[in-house]
């Protein structure tokens, strides 16, 4: 079982940063990808952004400019740099790792709570 473990979630103003942090149990290259995603209350979980084991990266357009992914391979860390931060990007944030070729098989962390107030 893979364990992901997050932090760095929070209470914050709109127009403020969190960076959230991602620690994967070994090296992330062992992972075809790793990503966020947000739940908010009532919503369906969406893909906030993905970094790939290539380095690419891709995100959702409601984030694009203002997140930033990115990982530190000697850590075993993806982070998630949120600037600018508006009430409608609170959510609870998880963190997910994906592998295998072709079944993909993800894993999850267990989420942490980001509050934007307005």
């Known amino acids: 079982q893979v364990q992901l473990v997050e932090s760095g979630g929070g209470l914050v103003q709109a127009g403020g940063s969190l960076r959230l942090s991602c620690v994967a149990p070994?090296?992330?290259?062992?992972?075809?990808?790793m990503a966020w995603y947000r739940q908010a209350p009532g919503k369906q979980r969406e893909l906030v952004a993905h970094?790939?084991?290539?380095?690419?990266?891709n995100y959702a357009d409601s984030v694009k400019g203002r997140f930033t992914i990115s990982r530190d391979n000697a850590k075993n860390t993806v982070y998630l740099q949120m600037n600018s931060l508006k009430p409608e990007d609170t959510a609870v944030y998880y963190c997910?790792?994906?592998?295998?070729?072709?079944?993909?098989?993800?894993?999850w962390g267990q989420g942490t709570q980001v509050t934007v107030s307005s």
């Open positions: 970094i790939f084991s290539g380095g690419s990266t």
């Open positions: 070994g090296s992330i290259f062992s992972f075809n990808a």
């Open positions: 997910n790792a994906e592998r295998g070729f072709p079944y993909v098989i993800h894993y």
